[in-house]
């Protein structure tokens, strides 16, 4: 627990992961958390179990990295326990603050925040990575509706999330605000297995490789560029892995693109972006991407699709390139663009002067106003 507070600063509860959990949400939380702190009295509530192992058999923790570890935070919450949960609810009465605010990204969590969020004095904001999930399932519309019924503000990322939210909540009161940036990660010097720092011309897809994140298309565009390029894949496969080499075999591109498979560890994540020249997004379907703004933590330029709310995040010429999704051509002719620009733009100031809006900073001012609490 905190052991002092400003009793001239309104009091804040922020629920959600944070270091040792892994992941772009555990990194986003920790940084919205410190931002917050140099405005508010903030109590940092996390899990002492976010997912079961039946259902989430993989680590969830990862202590190699405490770059993003947020001091005093209280891991309280049982995510399946009807017992933690209103024990929650009882502490966050007793702290009293004027908002709650949640993390919310997957209808795993419906039940829990449906039960802590109807037994809260506080008003309550839903900070929502994703409205709906990527990889949609039966009822997860019934429960996200559920869930977000009762919250009284909402922070979306892209003006997307932003429709599909008045789908559910017609009458929410929210504000689209960018994804922030990361620029937290460190590079490490370790043998990780990135592309040789001699390789001329490095492209990197990074993350959890799913279908709609369009990879094959990616792999398929590797065609026809010019073999001067070479592409690094690092992430996690989730056990596709051999359809991926496979694919890469047939178009005989073995020699052009590196595998890396399996979670990186935070102290690593640094390594792979310094050593590329661009970041590639070749989704079919996007919300928002934390990639995206890992990228321009390290000032690099994305090359990514018109989907969902990237267009909003990448200007075209001058913080990257985009181009329509679904069609390795034109992916292909975006990364030889990409490359024709380089020569004379200067993206890394592009990207420089963008930075503002997507500042920690700026995420707090859009909480303030929306809520009316600065």
Request: aromatic content about 12%.
């Amino acid at each position: 627990m905190r052991e002092t507070a400003d009793e001239n600063r309104m009091k804040i509860v922020l629920i959600g992961p944070v270091y040792p959990f892994k992941g772009g949400i555990s990194h986003y939380t920790g940084l919205l958390c410190r931002a917050l702190r140099e405005r508010y009295d903030v109590t940092m509530l996390s899990y002492s179990m976010q997912y079961p192992k039946l259902l989430f058999r993989k680590e969830q923790r990862d202590f190699s990295n405490d770059s993003f570890k947020v001091d005093e935070t209280d891991f309280i919450l049982n995510t399946a326990s009807i017992k933690s949960i209103k024990n929650t609810a009882r502490h966050i009465n007793e702290i009293d603050p004027g908002l709650t605010v949640i993390q919310w990204w997957h209808p795993y969590f419906a039940p829990c925040y449906q039960m802590l969020a109807k037994r809260l004095k506080s008003k309550v904001l839903f900070i929502c990575h994703n409205v709906f999930p990527h990889e949609r399932f039966p009822f997860d519309r019934y429960l996200t509706k559920k869930t977000l019924k009762r919250g009284d503000f909402f922070i979306l990322h892209s003006t997307k999330e932003a429709d599909e939210l008045k789908t559910i909540v017609p009458d929410a009161r929210y504000r689209v605000n960018m994804h922030p940036t990361y620029s937290e990660f460190k590079r490490v010097e370790t043998d990780s297995g990135a592309v040789p720092v001699d390789q001329a011309s490095v492209i990197l897809f990074f993350g959890f490789v799913r279908p709609y994140k369009g990879l094959k298309l990616l792999i398929q565009a590797m065609s026809s560029i010019p073999e001067i390029v070479h592409l690094n894949i690092v992430g996690d496969f989730g056990g596709a892995k051999a359809e991926y080499e496979h694919m890469i075999s047939e178009l005989h591109l073995t020699d052009r693109i590196s595998i890396k498979d399996g979670y990186i560890p935070d102290r690593e994540v640094g390594e792979f972006f310094e050593r590329c020249d661009a970041v590639v997004l070749p989704y079919l379907d996007a919300t928002q991407s934390g990639i995206a703004q890992i990228a321009f933590g390290f000032e690099k330029p994305v090359i990514a699709t018109t989907v969902g709310g990237l267009p909003e995040v990448v200007t075209d010429g001058e913080t990257g390139v985009l181009c329509e999704p679904g069609d390795p051509e034109e992916l292909s002719k975006a990364i030889q663009r990409f490359y024709e620009l380089k020569k004379t733009v200067d993206f890394a100031e592009y990207i420089r002067q963008d930075a503002p809006r997507f500042s920690w900073e700026h995420m707090v001012d859009t909480i303030s106003e929306l809520t009316g609490t600065g």
